[in-house]
């Protein structure tokens, strides 16, 4: 069989034969289904926790008054409860046996929330680990996040940032999203799955290295308070845990189905891999239930 690099495999994603990308039909519905009822469980379980966790930090920590830390946990908090709102059309679609609404506006909508908010997240679990890298790790130097964190707006400009890397997905299919073809449209799906894969692995390079160097850390001090320490590793520790398990199968999930996509021999596996890849972008929703977890590490007043 063929073997593809990364550029080949951008280059070679199919624009010409929507009949793969835009069909919306679940070939399972059995297991659609039970994509559904796991969506259900998730759903009922973590709108009550998130909407909790958003009280204590507005009523009881007042987050705004505090450490910087608590205000990117107030926005991932928040990520989480936007993302949260999307799951109930995602139910919907599923037990109609539809992988994305066949209405335009609606999955064009869906993949905007879902691609803003799954960033956001990402985009605040890394910064509250690099936040914690320099406070362990370089406590006494001058770094730029520090500056920043001075600035009572850096949040919002966070999520400003993230929103040109949403513009890719409403440009062309993704997945079954039937929207108007292009004559750029080769441009476009390449900047759209780069979007999708630097989004999860850069961050996940940054985290794996502020583990590193945090435990690191840990072992070399042999006076002092090390409680703070073990804090600060248990805090990358979970953050590692939850974002290895909900953003990188889905990751691997991608790349595997776009080979298969692009594979000739391979096409007879692409309602497989798109089940896999389904089933696996659920298990992400599991995020909005693990947070709390990096919560407790983080503040000691949330306990």
């Not at 550029?7 to 039970?34: E, G, H, R, W």
């Not at 840990?218 to 409680?227: A, H, I, Y």
């Amino acid at each position: 069989s063929a073997t593809f690099s990364f550029a080949d495999l951008m280059m070679s994603l199919p624009t010409t034969t929507p009949t793969n990308i835009t069909d919306c039909q679940a070939d399972n519905p059995v297991l659609y289904k039970f994509y559904a009822a796991v969506m259900i469980v998730i759903f009922i379980l973590a709108l009550p926790l998130n909407a909790s966790v958003l009280y204590l930090f507005i009523f009881k920590l007042k987050f705004w008054k505090s450490n910087s830390n608590n205000i990117f946990l107030f926005n991932l908090v928040l990520a989480d409860i936007l993302l949260l709102i999307c799951l109930p059309i995602k139910i919907h679609n599923f037990i109609n046996e539809q992988r994305r609404s066949e209405e335009n506006f609606i999955c064009k909508g869906m993949l905007f929330m879902l691609f803003l908010n799954r960033g956001a997240s990402i985009a605040f679990l890394t910064v509250t680990s690099i936040d914690r890298y320099y406070n362990v790790v370089h406590p006494g130097r001058k770094n730029l996040l520090k500056a920043l964190k001075k600035f009572p707006y850096i949040s919002i400009f966070i999520w400003v940032l993230l929103l040109p890397l949403t513009i890719p997905t409403m440009m062309r299919n993704f997945d079954c999203c039937n929207s108007l073809s292009s004559r750029n449209t080769k441009a476009a799906d390449i900047a759209r799955e780069i979007v999708f894969f630097t989004q999860i692995l850069i961050p996940f390079v940054i985290l794996v290295y502020c583990t590193v160097r945090i435990v690191n850390r840990l072992k070399k001090k042999t006076v002092g308070d090390k409680t703070k320490l073990r804090r600060a590793v248990l805090l990358v520790t979970a953050v590692m845990v939850v974002f290895s398990f909900c953003f990188l199968p889905c990751t691997i999930a991608r790349m595997v189905l776009l080979i298969v996509r692009v594979n000739e021999s391979l096409r007879d596996y692409v309602e497989n891999a798109e089940a896999v890849f389904d089933g696996l972008m659920v298990l992400s929703y599991l995020d909005c239930l693990l947070d709390p977890v990096v919560y407790c590490f983080c503040s000691t007043k949330f306990k």
